[in-house]
């Protein structure tokens, strides 16, 4: 199973891009990435995924690097709701299980 | 469309007591999962089931037993509560992905908070 790396935390100002890092570097060619974020103790929500393209929806944007052992997931315009834990995980391939690490925990500031 | 509705929201049990949570929900998907949050950890997976009837082990599954009777219904059960089973208890669906390799968005509870004392 391919493994990730987050950051602890992060903090980010009002207004501006959030850009939360995730190594993946065992990643399989078949393996998508996905992200969810957890606000408080609240179940966690899905964010976006991808394979090798770059995604973006209205939540947020997905860049992949070409050689895909890295992702950054954008937030465009943080707001003080964006403020949560951010997993970036991996999905295991041919089956619908998520292992989600310790993620990255976004402080957004006024 | 509540979505995905656990119950209870709160318990507090002794040790060696029983239980059963509740997961239900409403968008007709066929695969469910329980996991497990700790203090500052991210969620582990307990069981999981890919339709009715049909149950799998995760992560952690040891303590805990489940049941898929229903396809909108799944039920978690500890039959002799320990204070290690104090956590967030998290349940989730999502819809059949027949590839395996195309998305799988999963929908998650509120949660239910379990103190074993």
């Known amino acids: 199973d391919a493994k990730t790396t987050q950051p602890p935390s992060m903090d980010c100002a009002e207004g501006r891009a959030a850009n939360l890092p995730c190594n993946h570097s065992?990643?399989?060619?078949?393996?998508?990435v996905y992200w969810y974020r957890q606000i408080h103790s609240q179940g966690p929500q899905y964010i976006i995924h991808?394979?090798?393209n770059n995604e973006t929806n209205e939540m947020a944007s997905l860049i992949i690097t070409e050689d895909r052992k890295s992702s950054t997931l954008i937030l465009p315009h943080a707001t003080l709701r964006d403020t949560a834990v951010y997993y970036c995980?991996?999905?295991?391939?041919?089956?619908?299980?998520?292992?989600f690490g310790t993620g990255t925990r976004l402080q957004v500031f006024p | 469309n509540a979505g995905v509705t656990q119950t209870p929201k709160f318990r507090v049990l002794k040790t060696g007591q029983s239980m059963t949570l509740l997961c239900a929900q409403d968008?007709?998907?066929?695969?469910m999962y329980w996991y497990r949050q700790d203090p500052g950890m991210g969620l582990r997976l307990i069981h999981y089931?890919?339709?009715?009837?049909?149950?799998a082990k995760g992560e952690v599954p040891d303590g805990y037993n489940v049941s898929r009777l229903k396809k909108q219904n799944f039920l978690l059960g500890l039959e002799s509560a320990a204070p290690s089973q104090t956590s967030v208890y998290f349940c989730?669906?999502?819809?059949?992905?027949?590839?395996?390799?195309?998305?799988?968005?999963?929908?998650f509870g509120a949660g239910t908070r379990l103190s074993v004392l």
């Open positions: 989730a669906s999502s819809d059949r992905d027949v590839l395996f390799l195309a998305k799988n968005i999963q929908y």
């Open positions: 065992t990643i399989s060619g078949n393996e998508y």
């Open positions: 991808g394979l090798k």
């Open positions: 995980i991996v999905r295991v391939v041919n089956t619908d299980k998520l292992i």
């Open positions: 968008m007709n998907h066929e695969y």
């Open positions: 089931s890919v339709g009715e009837g049909t149950t």
